[in-house]
Each structure stands twice: as structure tokens, then as C-alpha cells.
């Protein structure tokens, strides 16, 4: 990195910060820390909701994933307006009515204390796994692509975050969110047409396309039934629907977000807005990925994205195998190439599939050689693509605006995340069951012992993380595990009404048990996961609840 890249990336981090800390200093009421004031506006609250769910996972994870597999992720968040719409016509009236703090409140006055402390535990538990990885995620491809240390990258995030969100509370969450979404924006835009000035001359944006689609990256829609497809249009519209209802309408790092909006119709406007963009938002960072496939059909590319696994292997006593496999990738490249540059027939496009399948084939290989080398070294280069491509080739400057997208994405998602696992802990836990009677002032200054407690957490799970197959996937796949379940006890509250609190307790209990044995067993995609948790617990408790008066009757 150069001067410039180290400027750019460290005002941008540090102007956040203290703007702010700056704009939101001198809160002293609950509702002024814990719900920012009730002041915000729809618009603020679509961008705080989006930043939110739009970690540094997202900006690191997504484009590896399209180059490596396509455009067929995006299916992923077809449940997303959908959901949007439901939380708008359900949740956000209720939780308005009942002017909660958290979304567990809710559940103690339809249920029992005992069910809505179930429920804020389970949350806390998968938030706060989830925030650790949202700090691990950058700090580890980071730390490999730059030789930065882990656990300083570690601690200097987290640090960065505690300082605004304790300070500043929910609203500070907001404020900056703002911030980090344009400068996410301002990156990726500028990113894009950078890509599209590196290609040769004669390929045009159309040829690109035309190019990723004879590779198989331009596939979007997979209507298949094949439960061993974990992106179809199903799992995206059934599981994906399921989890985004789960996610932004049970979820407190969300539900937060929209708890602040000035009025009912600021947060419907606000989840609407983000219901609209979420979806181009994802497809775009896709097509960001694809178009780094396509510029490195014309520019020599690693066997391995990941630099130390490469470093291990070169190291070792496989160097010579792994050199001659380097030798073939770079035959192929050359040969696909010359097809590139003439116009893709028939039989062109079989010659590509062909080059495309050896390809993978001598990258196996060589994932095989790194793992012999060095089994402690991750052959999954998936989350390095993107970063390798910033680092090597992008002009001074853009370098540092990229990283401090990568860091404020990590920022923002952590932010929310610390500031709901906080008020979720203080009014669900600490004021429902340990001190009721206290000024709003010491529970504001509870709340930010615990934002600071929930940082130092974070960073904890984050210095002792493994990187998982895909960082994007891993976050999805702790929320499903979870969410489906909670979606079914907030549903079984808003609709089912004959069901009461002890058959929801115990119907959780035995379903959250049942969908972490179904996981762990992979007898389904992550993705059905969200749905099968909803209808077990649902069915479970009506069933508990028609025994047990069935039983009193008798």
C-alpha cells in the first residue's frame, strides 16, 4: 500500500468515528440512547437497515462467490421484498402500538417472562457469534493479504466500533451508517468502471457478458427442485423469504433500526426502501465479481487467491508438482484467450467448457498439494478474489477507498449488532429480572457497560474464529439454525391464539434441539432450515397446547 492508500483509508475510517461520536454525545434518556430519539427519517433507516445486513462479508464473499460459481447467489435474497412487505403490514404496527424497546418485550405480555428470556437468549447467542465474524471476516483475508497481524486487525476494528456506539448509542449507529453506505457505494461504482476500462479494447460490456455466459456466470434463475442446490428460486423464495421475516422482523440488530423512525409510516417507508434495493444492490456486487472473472481471462491469475497458501506451497517439497501446475493453468489461460478474442461459435463455447473444466481440475490439484504443504493453511480462496484484485490493480488511492469500504461495511454490521446484543441484554435481562427500580441515567450507563462488554465478546470469537468454506455463507448459516424458530414464536403470538406460554417454551426448546441435529447431520441446505424451524416449533406447540387441555379436561 502506498502513502496515499493509507491517508485516504485512515480519514475516511477515523471521520466516522468521530462524527460519530461527535453528533451524538450528551444522551442521557433510554429512549434517546436505546431508540435514537424516535427522529428518524425513512430514509435513514432504509440505508441503516441495509448497512446493517451488508457486512464486510458482503463486500469480500460476494464477488468471490460469483467468480467462482456465478450469478445464481442473487436468488438468495428473492424472499427478501416479500418479507419487506409482511414486516410492514404485521410486525412494525405492533411493536409501534406497544412502544417497545426490544421485539421480546412483545412476547412476555402475549406468552410468559420465560418464553420472551428463551427468545432474547437465543438472539444473543447467534448476534453474538455472528458479530465476532462480522470483525473476522476483513481482519483475516486482511492479515493475509497484507501481513498485518490478526489479532491487532482484530482488536483496532472492534476498537473503532465500541468507541462510536458506546458513545453515541443507537443513534450513532445511524449517523455513521449513512456515511460508511456512501462511501460502500462510492467504491464499488468506481470499482466497476475500472474493471470495464482494464478490458482490451475490442471487448465491449455486451462481449464480457456474452463471455461470462459461454463460462457459466451468467446462470441467474435455477428452477430446479434438487435439494442439493443450495440457490434456486425456491430456496430463495421459501427459505429466503422465511429468514428475511426472521431476520429483520424478530432479529433486534434490525428491528432496532426501524424501533427509531420518527413515525409508523418512517419505518414501513424505510423497510420498503430497502426491500426495493436490496435485491439490484446484491445482483450489482455479483456482477462486480463476474467482471473480475472476465478481466482475468486476459490477465494472468493465481492457481490459489489466497497468498499464504500459495507461500506454503512453494516452501515445501510439492514446489516442483505445484510449478507445473502453474505451467498448464497458464497454457489454458492462453488458449482461452485466443478464443475470446474471436467471436464465441458452437463449437468454441464446447472447446471453452472443456478448458474451463481442466481448469478446475488443475486448481483441485493444487488445493490438494497446499493442504500436504501445510494442513493449517486455507485452500478456499473464494473471499480472497476480490481483495487480491483491489490490491494488485487498482490505481493509488482507490486502493485505501477500498479497504475503508471493506472496514466500514465491517463497521457498520458490528455497530448494530453490539448496540442490539447491549439493549437486548439490559431491558430483557438485566432490568426484566435483576433492577427494576432505577433512573433512566444509570440505564443508560448499564447499557453502555454492556456495548463495551459485547465488543470485547466480539473480538474475543473473532481472535479465535476458523475461516469457514465461504464467510458469507457461515453468518447465513448461524441465522438459520436460529431463526426459523424465533420467526415460529412470533408468529404463533401474532396468529395463534389459543396457543399459550408454557407449550411455546417447551415446543422451542425441542425444536431448537431438532433443526441443530438436522444441520449437523446435513440432511438439508442451510437455506430450509429457516422454514422446517417455523413449522416444527408452530406444530409442536399447538400440538403440546391442544394435549395439555385435552389432558385437564380428562
Not at 456512501?182 to 464480457?208: D, H, N
Not at 413515525?263 to 465479481?289: A, D, R, T, Y
Not at 441443530?516 to 442451510?526: A, D, F, G, N, T
Request: proline share 2%; net charge positive.
Amino acid at each position: 500500500m502506498q502513502s496515499l492508500d493509507w491517508l485516504v483509508l485512515s480519514f475516511t475510517l477515523l471521520f466516522i468515528v468521530v462524527y460519530g461520536a461527535w453528533k451524538t454525545k450528551g444522551q442521557k434518556s433510554v429512549q434517546e440512547y436505546i431508540k435514537g430519539g424516535n427522529d428518524t427519517k425513512w430514509w435513514t433507516i432504509g440505508l441503516s437497515v441495509m448497512a446493517t445486513q451488508a457486512s464486510a462479508i458482503t463486500f469480500l464473499s460476494t464477488p468471490g462467490q460469483a467468480f467462482n460459481s456465478g450469478m445464481g447467489f442473487v436468488q438468495f435474497y428473492f424472499g427478501l421484498p416479500v418479507a419487506m412487505v409482511i414486516i410492514c403490514l404485521v410486525f412494525i404496527p405492533i411493536y409501534h402500538k406497544l412502544k417497545v424497546y426490544t421485539a421480546y418485550e412483545y412476547l412476555e405480555g402475549r406468552f410468559d417472562k420465560k418464553t420472551r428470556i428463551l427468545t432474547a437468549i437465543l438472539f444473543l447467542i447467534q448476534r453474538g457469534l455472528a458479530a465476532g465474524i462480522t470483525i473476522f471476516a476483513p481482519a483475516i483475508i486482511l492479515s493475509a493479504v497484507l501481513g498485518w497481524d490478526l489479532i491487532i486487525l482484530n482488536i483496532i476494528i472492534g476498537f473503532l466500533v465500541i468507541v462510536y456506539t458506546v458513545s453515541g448509542g443507537t443513534k450513532a449507529v445511524s449517523v455513521t451508517q449513512k456515511q460508511q453506505m456512501a462511501v460502500i457505494f462510492a467504491g464499488m461504482f468506481i470499482t466497476f468502471y475500472i474493471i470495464l476500462q482494464y478490458l482490451p479494447k475490442e471487448i465491449t460490456f455486451s462481449k464480457a457478458i456474452a463471455i461470462a455466459g459461454a463460462s457459466g456466470k451468467m446462470q441467474i434463475l435455477d428452477f430446479s427442485w434438487d435439494l442439493n442446490n443450495r440457490y434456486t428460486v425456491w430456496t430463495g423464495i421459501l427459505g429466503g423469504t422465511f429468514l428475511m421475516l426472521s431476520y429483520f422482523g424478530t432479529d433486534q440488530s434490525q428491528v432496532q433500526r426501524y424501533l427509531s423512525g420518527k413515525s409508523l409510516k418512517e419505518s414501513q417507508l424505510g423497510l420498503i426502501f430497502n426491500g426495493i434495493l436490496k435485491v439490484p444492490m446484491q445482483f450489482f456486487i455479483l456482477l462486480v465479481g463476474v467482471m473480475v472473472f472476465v478481466f482475468y481471462q486476459f490477465n494472468s491469475s493465481p492457481l490459489n487467491f489466497n497468498p499464504k497458501a500459495e507461500e506454503a506451497v512453494i516452501k515445501s517439497e510439492y514446489a516442483k508438482q505445484y510449478k507445473e501446475l502453474q505451467r498448464n493453468h497458464k497454457s489454458i489461460e492462453e488458449e482461452k484467450k485466443v478464443l475470446f478474442f474471436n467471436k464465441l461459435t458452437k463449437e468454441s463455447k464446447k472447446q471453452l467448457i472443456f478448458l474451463n473444466k481442466k481448469d478446475l481440475e488443475l486448481k483441485e490439484q493444487a488445493k490438494s498439494l497446499i493442504k500436504k504443504s501445510n494442513t493449517k493453511v486455507e485452500t478456499n480462496d473464494k473471499d480472497y478474489v476480490f481483495i487480491s484484485f483491489i490490491l494488485d490493480y487498482l490505481p493509488k488511492g482507490l486502493v485505501g477507498l477500498l479497504l475503508a469500504v471493506i472496514l466500514s461495511a465491517a463497521m457498520s454490521s458490528t455497530a448494530s449488532e453490539l448496540n442490539a446484543l447491549a439493549s437486548t441484554t439490559t431491558i430483557d435481562l438485566y432490568k426484566r429480572n435483576v433492577s427494576q427500580e432505577h433512573s433512566d441515567k444509570h440505564y443508560v450507563k448499564v447499557s453502555k457497560w454492556f456495548t463495551f462488554m459485547w465488543g470485547i465478546i466480539a473480538i474475543s470469537v473473532a481472535c479465535v474464529a476458523n475461516l469457514f468454506d465461504n464467510l458469507i455463507q457461515l453468518v447465513n448459516i448461524i441465522g438459520s439454525i436460529f431463526y426459523g424458530n424465533v420467526l415460529g414464536i412470533f408468529l404463533l403470538a401474532f396468529f395463534i391464539k389459543f396457543v399459550r406460554g408454557p407449550a411455546v417454551f417447551l415446543a422451542a426448546i425441542i425444536t431448537q434441539v431438532l433443526i441443530i441435529v438436522i444441520w449437523y447431520l446435513e440432511i438439508l441446505p442451510y437455506l430450509w432450515l429457516n422454514l422446517l424451524g417455523c413449522v416444527i416449533v408452530m406444530i409442536l406447540a399447538s400440538l403440546i397446547e391442544l394435549i395439555s387441555e385435552k389432558n385437564k379436561r380428562s
